[in-house]
Each structure stands twice: as structure tokens, then as C-alpha cells.
């Protein structure tokens, strides 16, 4: 990899690690719809006039529907019930949680036979799935089960979508696709926004939609795409092990979480078991040939 493509891999870690903190702020004074929805717009909107430059709205458009189905899986659904999420659980639990996002994933995959098992990809799930086991059993008050269940659909959500780009909008303009999706989950939002406005925005909570839509939505996509054009797709789907890192961090230092017995034998668990599950088998392509359908990590946020 390039100096280049180093630098924009790492930026990315650091980008799409940052939103769990900036949620849990923005949420102690916002409904969590208000949240996303001040998110999406911005973001969409900050990201119109490049898209419409380049005429990579005009297609995407035409196929309206599976840009609908990705929209609700991928940004409508999963950006609302984080922020609901992170009324109760910390955002350092919020970002391991989704961490297994591509444990979720390769399963999927491998039942729509697109992928399939061998001896280290069923070793990297149980590894995976006994690191979420860790952290939800050592860490999260099971008397609150729909903050658990919210964030179970969100990683069903970020499994899902990448399928539906692949299958349905992979020969489409990547930023057409982006755009399109933010300004119509923005659309969806807005009714509930409205009736949900508060009265008084207070400063922080304002700042972090802010750093939400600006640097984690409308910047990160553009480091994104030009992150996969130096390195290809699949080498940048890895920053998805970055993220819970970056989120651990920001929560104990900047939010005053606690740093758990659940975290610290659930986070190597959950990121080895990623690693190990998601790699791809020496029958498959390498990383340079052309795409397939893979258990990658998604592509917005978190």
C-alpha cells in the first residue's frame, strides 16, 4: 500500500470511529430522530453539489427502489436506533457491538451461497460471537433488552446492505448512491423531526450533529471512495477493526466511560474473530480481481 493509501486508511479508522461519542452527546439533549435526521440532511446536502456536478444522481434515481430497500437497512433504520441505543449503553459498548458486523455478514453470505465456510472462518465466528457473548454478558443490564435488540437489528441492517449494493446498485456512481440514500432518509426523517424539534438546541449537542453530517457523513464518504480507488474494495472494508478501537479510546477519555472487564476480553475477541472469519479462502479471488459478493464491512459509518 502507498503512503497515500495509508494515510486515507487511517483517517478512515479514526473518521468512522468517532460517531458513537458524537452520538451519545448529541442524544442527552435530541431525540435520536432529530439526530439523524440533522445528519443526513447536512450530510446529503453538502454532498449535492459534487454529486450533480459529476451527473451521479440521474441514474441512481431511475433505479429508485432498491435505492429505497438500501436506504432504510443501511441508514434510515441503523442511524436511529444507534441514537436510541445510546440513551442507555455507552458508546464504547455500542461501537464493539457493531464491531460484529461482519460476522453478521458472512453468514448471510454464505447461506445465499455467494461465499462458504471453511475450518478458519467457523473458527473466526464462534471467536466472534463469544467475544459479543463477553461484553454483552459482563457489561449491559439485561433489564433494558430493547437497547440490546436495537442495535442487533443495526448490525442485520449493515449486513444486509452491502448485498443490496452489490446486487442491485454496483454499477452505479458510488457518491450518486451516498447522495441519493442521505437525502432521502433525510426525507423519511423529516415528519418526525418536525413534531420531535425541541425548543432549545444547546451548543454541544449542536456541534455534534454538526461533526456528524459534516466530517463522519459528507467527509468520510469522499475519503472513502478515494480510499478504494488506491487500494481496491476489499483491502478497504478492513478499517471496520479501526472503528470499535477509536470508539473505546474517545469514550473513556473524552466521555468518562468505564473501561470494563467485558470490553477488555471482548474486544480482541470480537476483532480476531472478524478478521478470521471474514478472510477469504485460498479459493477465492485475490483482493485485486474484480468484486464479488463478500461479508465486508458496509459502507457508511457508523
Known amino acids: ?6 494515510a486515507l486508511f487511517l483517517a478512515m479508522g479514526v473518521i468512522w470511529g468517532v460517531p458513537y461519542a458524537m452520538i451519545r452527546i448529541a442524544v442527552e439533549d435530541l431525540d435520536p430522530i432529530v439526530v439523524a ?9 453538502l454532498l449535492l453539489p459534487i454529486a450533480l ?19 432504510l437497512v443501511e441508514i434510515t433504520g441503523p442511524w436511529f436506533l444507534i441514537g436510541y441505543a445510546e440513551t442507555t449503553l455507552n458508546s464504547s459498548t455500542v461501537g464493539l457491538l457493531i464491531a460484529a458486523v461482519p460476522l453478521i455478514a458472512v453468514v448471510i453470505v454464505t447461506r445465499l451461497g455467494h461465499d462458504r465456510f471453511d475450518a478458519r472462518r467457523v473458527t473466526g465466528l464462534l471467536v466472534g460471537f463469544a467475544g459479543v457473548a463477553a461484553l454483552v454478558g459482563l457489561d449491559i443490564d439485561l433489564r433494558n433488552p430493547a437497547a440490546i435488540g436495537a442495535i442487533g437489528l443495526t ?31 433525510a426525507a423519511l426523517y423529516a415528519p418526525l423531526a418536525g413534531w420531535l424539534w425541541p425548543s ?41 477493526y479501526i472503528n470499535p478501537a477509536v470508539a473505546i479510546l474517545l469514550g473513556v477519555t473524552a466521555l468518562d466511560e468505564p473501561l470494563t472487564a467485558g470490553m477488555a476480553i471482548g474486544f480482541p475477541l470480537v476483532i480476531l474473530g472478524s478478521i478470521l472469519g471474514t478472510a477469504r479462502s485460498r479459493a477465492e479471488p485475490a483482493p485485486e480481481d474484480p468484486p464479488v459478493p463478500t461479508a465486508a464491512a458496509p459502507l457508511p459509518e457508523r
Open 37 to 45: 435526521f440533522g445528519r443526513t440532511l447536512i450530510g446529503g446536502l
Open 1 to 6: 500500500m502507498t503512503r497515500r493509501g495509508w
Open 53 to 71: 456536478y459529476r451527473d451521479a444522481l440521474t441514474p441512481v434515481l431511475r433505479r429508485w427502489r432498491p435505492l429505497l430497500l438500501y436506504t
Open 200 to 240: 432549545h438546541i444547546t451548543a454541544d449537542s449542536a456541534w455534534s450533529v454538526l461533526g456528524l453530517a459534516v466530517i463522519c457523513t459528507a467527509v468520510a464518504f469522499l475519503f472513502f471512495f478515494a480510499l478504494i480507488s488506491e487500494v481496491g474494495p476489499a483491502r478497504a472494508t478492513v478499517i471496520t
Open 155 to 185: 448490525t442485520i441492517g449493515y449486513a444486509v446492505g452491502p448485498i443490496i449494493i452489490n446486487r442491485a446498485l454496483a454499477d452505479l456512481p458510488p457518491l450518486g448512491v451516498v447522495t441519493g440514500s442521505l437525502l432521502l432518509a
